[in-house]
């Protein structure tokens, strides 16, 4: 029997959920907006349509208002174009429930049927506008999400699209009336005279009678909608995307102090490019980031499993205001089994975290023999180890090793979300643990004898739980052995019993694929999982966590519907890095940022693994 503790449900903990058990989903969304959107989308390819072939319905009132004067021909053309692209860019938002998106759409649909009734004349056209339209006002309460966060990038990404788009429509609005084409152009012509049209001016390609005006206004509408919507979205007022505040950090550090030791993903929650919601009584938050209008949570909720579902339900509600969809990556099976049961999501396992109980770490045996031999040679080969506290690094080594992991990083881009800190050496983190390689070379390297890094964050008060690790591409390989080992051996010293290694995405299924009497199904699944593996190293980060003989623990997807698992997976790959939408600049343009370092991926054993 569950009773309310300082306004929040609270219950006994959860056990471990039954693998085969598929837990409820939770209540689809309302089919109106999603209809509408589709149906505002049709209509835009309608009035698409009706400005590009304005002969492919004849009608005795088309012949009609050809000879009348002041036809409104050219100019209905150039409106029922600007309408429709601008409703096919819309259903997007419409289907979200964006508000933005309804008062657009409720303005540009009159327009778009005045457009279909003078210049194609049709009635039926402007009837389906009109009938959308009162549907949209008798639903408008359905369209009340808010907006998503946004940048300036957005404005560069409508120009691209936009322009490649224009280009395309254009040269169909021109290949179109061949019968009244003058001469016979050729494909440069006709891209030639698009590019003209789109900027205001008259190209090399001639018609006969009004057409040329008609082709003409349409070209300009083209060009005028990339440029206003362009100019939109690069002056409107920045909704940058939310970050963590000095107070909100403050709050979370008191609960990891009193909780951290639950989850070993709970201090990655202190990422500064996360935002928070927190319960009530403010005994527990959950850290998330929106990308690609999925609200992405990581690991399990920070403080009192009591007041859980208290925080939950905060982020669904902010989930639910903004309409994005709900997510949770990397949850152990109790935040797994606490999501699920507090707002009928579904879960899905993704893999397991490998753990070392320091303990029962040994060198020793046959079952550690090829990392036993890797770390004599190399330690034979002139290399040392220091396993140290931020804290206890002076300030110039300290910048040393932040330059070093930046240059040593195996991509531009950056990556990391639900497992990393993102930044190495802050003040705040004094009890990190950092363990560094050396090497004294006759031509001292940039960092001196510096070779490789591994960064640790607490994991409570007797735990630590592997950020990043980067090496001199130079050294020998086995640097992570290494320091991993080094860090194993050093934990009693610093009273750390327990050491998170990386995340091994489908271990399982890895696992049981490559042993005898595995079924066609799973050795296929193991099959494309290995394939797969070229690009994001899947099988090798498994088979290096594994050469340190960890305990496996489960880790968990939470998501909304099997549809939404597409849009979630390309969220999760832009949040890590594996998906970047954005342009960075060149490396050799970026400042370095001595008090702000880069993010880094969790375990981004890079090239390391294969090079070992």
């Known amino acids: 029997?569950?009773?309310?503790?300082?306004?929040?449900?609270?219950?006994?903990?959860?056990?471990?959920?039954?693998?085969?058990?598929?837990?409820?989903?939770?209540?689809r969304p309302e089919a109106v907006p999603v209809l509408t959107g589709r149906a505002c989308a049709l209509v835009g390819v309608l009035d698409i349509a009706a400005g590009v072939f304005p002969r492919f319905r004849h009608s005795r009132m088309h012949a009609l208002a050809e000879v009348l004067p002041g036809s409104f021909g050219p100019f209905a053309a150039a409106l029922s174009l600007s309408a429709g692209v601008l409703l096919l860019l819309l259903g997007h938002g419409l289907k979200r429930h964006k508000r933005r998106a309804w008062r657009a759409a409720v303005a540009l649909l009159p327009a778009g049927a005045v457009a279909q009734?003078?210049?194609?004349?049709?009635?039926?056209?402007?009837?389906?506008?009109?009938?959308?339209?009162?549907?949209?006002?008798?639903?408008?309460?359905?369209?009340?999400?808010?907006?998503?966060?946004?940048?300036?990038?957005?404005?560069?990404?409508?120009?691209?699209l936009m322009s490649a788009g224009s280009l395309a429509l254009g040269l169909v609005i021109v290949s179109v009336h061949p019968d009244r084409t003058i001469g016979d152009p050729s494909l440069a012509d006709r891209l030639t005279h698009v590019v003209y049209g789109l900027f205001g001016f008259e190209g090399p390609v001639d018609y006969r009678g009004s057409t040329s005006w008609t082709v003409a206004f349409s070209l300009g509408a083209l060009g005028w909608l990339t440029a206003v919507t362009t100019s939109y979205l690069a002056f409107r007022p920045e909704h940058p995307a939310a970050r963590l505040t000095e107070e909100d950090e403050s709050r979370l550090r008191a609960l990891l102090e009193r909780h951290g030791r639950r989850d070993s993903l709970g201090h990655f929650a202190l990422r500064r490019d996360k935002a928070v919601?927190?319960?009530?009584?403010?005994?527990?938050?959950?850290?998330?980031?929106?990308?690609?209008?999925?609200?992405l949570a990581s690991g399990d909720p920070i403080g009192d499993v009591e007041a859980w579902p208290g925080a939950i339900e905060r982020f669904m509600d902010v989930a639910k205001a903004h309409s994005w969809a709900p997510a949770v990556m990397g949850c152990s099976e109790t935040g797994g089994e606490v999501w699920t049961r507090e707002t009928g999501l579904d879960a899905l396992e993704l893999g397991d975290e490998a753990v070392v109980d320091v303990?029962?770490?040994?060198?020793?045996?046959?079952?550690?023999?090829?990392?036993?031999?890797?770390?004599?040679?190399?330690?034979?080969?002139?290399?040392?180890?220091?396993?140290?506290?931020?804290?206890?690094?002076?300030?110039?080594?300290?910048?040393?090793?932040?330059?070093?992991?930046?240059?040593?990083?195996g991509t531009d881009t950056e990556r990391g979300f639900s497992m990393a800190l993102g930044r190495i050496g802050d003040p705040s983190d004094g009890d990190c643990l950092i363990a560094t390689a050396h090497k004294q070379d006759e031509v001292p390297g940039p960092y001196g004898d510096l070779k490789a890094i591994l960064h640790f964050v607490p994991w409570g008060q007797d735990g630590a739980s592997l950020d990043l690790m980067r090496r001199d591409r130079s050294a020998d390989p086995g640097m992570n052995e290494l320091l991993i080992v080094a860090a194993l051996q050093a934990a009693p010293r610093f009273g750390i019993t327990r050491v998170s290694l990386n995340f091994a995405m489908f271990r399982s299924a890895l696992a049981r694929?490559?042993?005898?009497?595995?079924?066609?199904?799973?050795?296929?699944?193991?099959?494309?999982?290995?394939?797969?593996?070229?690009?994001?190293?899947?099988e090798s980060l498994y088979k290096f966590n594994a050469k340190f003989q960890p305990r496996w623990e489960p880790r968990f997807l939470v998501y909304r519907a099997s549809a939404d698992l597409p849009r979630i997976g390309f969220a999760a790959m832009q949040a890590e890095g594996f998906v970047n939408l954005a342009l960075p600049l060149p490396r050799f343009l970026r400042g370095r940022r001595a008090t702000t370092p880069r993010p880094c991926g969790h375990a981004a054993v890079e090239h390391d693994v294969r090079a070992a």
């Open 1 to 27: 029997m569950s009773v309310r503790i300082d306004g929040e449900k609270s219950g006994q903990v959860p056990g471990r959920p039954s693998r085969a058990r598929r837990l409820p989903r939770g209540p």
């Open 513 to 538: 694929g490559e042993k005898i009497g595995a079924g066609p199904v799973l050795r296929a699944w193991r099959g494309l999982l290995v394939f797969l593996s070229r690009w994001f190293q899947i």
């Open 359 to 409: 303990a029962d770490f040994s060198l020793a045996g046959r079952a550690m023999r090829n990392v036993r031999q890797m770390v004599k040679r190399i330690e034979r080969a002139g290399y040392e180890t220091r396993v140290r506290r931020v804290r206890d690094l002076g300030d110039a080594e300290l910048e040393r090793i932040r330059r070093a992991a930046e240059d040593w990083r």
């Open 117 to 160: 009734f003078l210049y194609r004349h049709s009635l039926i056209g402007m009837f389906i506008s009109l009938v959308l339209f009162t549907v949209l006002l008798c639903y408008r309460r359905e369209f009340a999400a808010l907006p998503d966060p946004r940048s300036r990038w957005w404005a560069l990404a409508n120009f691209v």
């Open 277 to 295: 919601v927190f319960s009530p009584s403010g005994k527990a938050a959950v850290t998330y980031r929106v990308v690609s209008g999925v609200m």
